[in-house]
């Protein structure tokens, strides 16, 4: 049974940091493309970044480029997200995701997800 479980969320003033982490269980996590994903309060779930089974590769958002960096263990099964520079727009849940073989950016395209942590930026 695939299990994906978020942390580090919080509230965190603008212009500050935060670590998500995203502890993951039953599954070959190193054959996984894994991925975190927002959602904003009465909007849609939206791509933040992604990272590859092969060399690590990565993708990011255009609004979190240059601020936030994913990255993964996969002797640990646990992928993170750096998140600097934090602005209130960055409010949200944010989830991570896993499906085997090739990541995307589309939430479709992935089978596992977590619970979401929230993380919320004041002005």
């Known amino acids: 049974q695939v299990q994906l479980v978020e942390s580090g969320g919080g509230l965190v003033q603008a212009g500050g940091s935060l670590r998500l982490s995203c502890a993951a269980s039953?599954?070959?996590?190193?054959?996984?493309?894994v991925a975190w994903f927002r959602q904003a309060s009465g909007k849609e779930r939206a791509f933040v970044a992604t990272?590859?089974?092969?060399?690590?590769?990565?993708a990011y958002a255009d609004s979190v480029k240059g601020r936030f960096t994913i990255s993964r263990d996969n002797a640990k099964n646990t992928l993170y997200l750096q998140m600097n520079s934090l602005k209130p727009e960055d409010t949200a849940i944010y989830y991570c995701a896993a499906r085997p073989g090739v990541a995307g950016t589309r939430p479709v395209e992935y089978d596992y997800w977590g619970p979401g942590t929230q993380v919320t930026v004041s002005s």
């Open positions: 990272i590859n089974t092969s060399f690590g590769l990565t």
């Open positions: 039953g599954l070959t996590f190193s054959r996984y493309g």
